[in-house]
């Protein structure tokens, strides 16, 4: 009679040509899971724990095996047990992590049953009183395992990688390491690798040269490292994004002796300074448009944008101070902005109470303009005549800065028509310059700021920076008649 318990239940029956007596050797092995031709687990090892029930019902144990590290699929067995002859089952206890996926016995005609589930090993122990006819147990062990997957994705703008195939290496802290390779498509492609330890590290990395000159020099490589197995499916992501360069370069700007320092911004990031007649660094940046754009300055305009090859140039706008270039996968796109220094030009107008209208009305004004040069001169312009209400024409533009850098200053002195007398200067203001300028400012130009106090109105003379654009100075007399 049987009592069917959880598990599988097994009947075994030994049929011997006389009643069986007597004695015979017993030994428990322990062998590491064969992975690959020549591959054993090497993370088998430890101490495993085994009983034994004989024929006679007796039981044997605890019995330990001691495997080490990387055993190689050496086999590790118990000292010889003396049991009686007949059936022998064997158990082996659970050992967290790890999976019994094999029993056999030596030799091998002694074999009678396996039950991996139950973790049991039924053998033949015939009766012998010689010890080198021991029946040797054998369990082979794997660690449990997971799966690793490795997927390829591709970035923004990657386009041109489609179809390319990239190498990997899958190096486990078990010792085994594996080479899987993926062809790149539109979409994340991916590969069962392998099976390793739970628990194990496997550290992934991309075969691929990113140094000057080798293929991968223009792509970007992202998630790589090591992944911890947990139970399941373990996916790694390995991204690639085709790369481009960009350089940004600022032409030499006419008129300046010393080239001053441009800020740019790409896409809205941080600030780049670019000095004039020069180009940054080629920048990495990923495939596709990119805008390019100058902060505004308050002495310069932008004449000019190019890009080189000339057919990367998307779009500009010189008002806006941008370009949008587009980068190739593994090209070098340059764009170039070349500016001029801003202009102003200058005019004077005249302007009375009304109750002076009677004495300066009719009156002429004439006025003398001094536009520095930077070196110790200027330039003379003499404006009007002009009457009370009415305003000179404009001067020539001139570059708002001396080649030096430093900002241009002007002088205006009212000059009356003859038979213009008996009158004050009450005030002298402006619009569109860059403010008034001193002998005490250490920038200015000693030739042109010479006022002091500035403005002069007893001189009828003020000196000022001159700013872009249209500088109005305006000039507001009061006659001195009763």
Same mark, same amino acid.
């Given at each position: 009679?049987y009592?069917?318990a ?10 011997e ?13 322990k ?6 031709p020549?591959v ?13 029930t004989?024929?006679?019902g007796a039981?044997?144990g ?5 495997v080490?590290?990387?055993s ?15 059936v ?18 030596i ?8 039950n ?5 090993l039924?053998v ?8 080198n006819?021991?029946?040797?147990? /054998?369990?082979?062990?794997? *660690?449990? %395992?997971?799966?690793?997957? +490795? $997927? @390829? &994705?591709?970035?923004? #703008? ?21 080479y ?11 590969v069962?690798?392998?099976?390793f ?5 496997v ?8 140094s000057?000159?080798?293929p ?8 790589e ?6 139970p399941?499916?373990n996916? /790694?992501?390995?991204?690639? *994004?085709? %790369?481009?360069?960009l350089? +940004? $370069? @600022? &032409?030499a700007?006419a #008129? ?8 740019f911004?790409?896409?809205n ?30 002495n ?10 000339s057919?990367n140039?998307v ?13 190739q ?5 340059s ?11 200058i005019?004077?107008?005249?302007q ?5 209208l ?9 006025y ?9 001169g ?9 009457k009370?209400?009415e305003?000179?024409s404009?001067?020539?533009p ?32 402006a ?13 200015s ?8 106090p ?5 001189l009828g ?5 001159l700013g872009p ?14």
């Open positions: 009679m009592t069917i959880a598990g599988s239940t097994v009947a075994l029956f030994d049929d040509p006389a009643p069986l007596s007597g004695t015979g050797t017993l030994q428990i092995c062998q590491a899971a064969q992975l690959a020549g054993y687990d090497p993370d088998v090892q430890g101490t495993f724990s085994f009983t034994a004989d024929s006679n039981s044997y605890p019995l330990q095996v001691n080490p590290a990387n190689n699929g050496q086999i590790f067995c118990t000292a010889g047990i003396t049991v009686a002859a007949g022998v089952e064997v158990t082996e206890a659970a050992s967290p992590g790890f999976t019994l996926v094999d029993a056999y016995a030799p091998g005609d002694r074999f009678l049953n396996s991996l589930i139950n973790r049991t039924d033949e122990v015939p009766s012998s009183t010689n010890p006819d021991e029946t040797e147990a /054998v369990f082979v062990n794997q *660690t449990q %395992r997971a799966q690793l997957k +490795i $997927c @390829k &994705a591709l970035g923004a #703008g990657s386009a041109d990688l489609v179809n390319q195939v990239f190498y990997f290496t899958a190096a486990g802290s078990n010792g085994v390491t594996l899987p390779s993926i062809k790149a498509q539109a979409s994340t492609q991916c069962i690798v392998g099976n330890p739970i628990g194990s590290t550290n992934v990395t991309e075969n691929l040269d990113h000057p000159g080798a991968g020099e223009f792509i970007d490589t992202t998630g490292g090591p992944v911890t197995l947990t399941g499916i996916t /790694v992501t390995i991204t690639n *994004t085709a %790369r481009g360069l350089e +940004i $370069c @600022k &032409a700007v #008129g300046l002796n010393t080239q001053p320092t441009f800020q911004r790409v896409d990031g941080g600030v780049i300074n670019v000095r004039g007649n020069t180009c940054t660094q080629p920048m990495r940046v990923s495939v596709g448009n990119h805008t390019v754009t100058e902060v505004s300055s308050t310069f305009d932008v004449s000019s944008i190019t890009a080189t090859p057919g140039l779009s500009s706008s010189l008002t806006g101070r941008t370009a949008t270039v587009s980068v996968y593994a090209q070098d796109t764009v170039t902005f070349t500016n001029t220094i801003k202009t102003g030009q005019k004077v107008c005249k009375i109470p009304s109750t002076s009677d004495s300066l009305g009719g009156k002429y004004f004439d003398d303009v001094y536009v520095g040069n930077g070196t110790g200027y330039t003379l312009i003499t404006l009007g005549p002009i009370p209400g305003c000179t404009f001067t020539p001139f570059p708002v800065l001396y080649a030096n850098g430093k900002n241009r200053a002007f002088g205006v002195v009212e000059r009356p028509d003859s038979g213009v007398v008996n009158y004050t200067v009450t005030s002298i203001t619009t569109g310059t860059r403010g008034l300028c001193s002998p005490g400012d250490p920038n130009d000693p030739v042109i700021c010479n006022q002091n500035n403005p002069n109105l007893a003379a003020v000196d000022y920076y654009n249209n500088n109005i100075v305006t000039y507001t007399n009061k006659s001195n008649d009763p």
